[in-house]
């Protein structure tokens, strides 16, 4: 079993930064990728950013030159940065990877781990 934390949520006043930390643990033989969603109140759950295992990323339009996704493989767990902050930006945040595991038979599975969310507000 694998579990994602996420930690770093909270108030802050737009314009201002917040840094997202989401970290992964259990039984754990490689991480792939690794992805930032977020969902506002009556909205749809949505992509923020995505970070491949060899670092190439990847930005929703509305985040773009803002936010950054970063990881540090060493300790199993993925960065959002994020500048700028605005109003609309107030969601709760949720961690997302793909996890390969070594089961008991020795083979490998792969599965899709969610984190259970921080909730990030923007408010004067």
């Known amino acids: 079993q694998v579990q994602l934390v996420e930690s770093g949520g909270g108030l802050v006043q737009p314009g201002r930064s917040l840094r997202l930390s989401c970290a992964a643990s259990?039984?754990?033989?490689?991480?792939?990728?690794m992805d930032w969603y977020r969902q506002a109140p009556g909205k749809q759950r949505e992509l923020v950013a995505g970070?491949?295992?060899?670092?190439?990323?990847k930005y929703t339009d509305s985040v773009k030159g803002r936010f950054t996704i970063f990881r540090d493989n060493t300790k199993n767990t993925v960065y959002l940065l994020m500048n700028s902050l605005k109003f609309e930006d107030t969601a709760v945040y949720y961690c997302?990877?793909?996890?390969?595991?070594?089961?008991?038979?020795?083979?490998?599975?792969?599965?899709?781990?969610w984190g259970e969310g921080t909730l990030v507000t923007v408010s004067s």
């Open positions: 997302n990877a793909g996890v390969a595991s070594v089961e008991v038979s020795g083979l490998h599975k792969v599965l899709d781990y």
């Open positions: 259990g039984n754990i033989f490689n991480i792939y990728d």
């Open positions: 970070i491949t295992s060899d670092g190439r990323t």
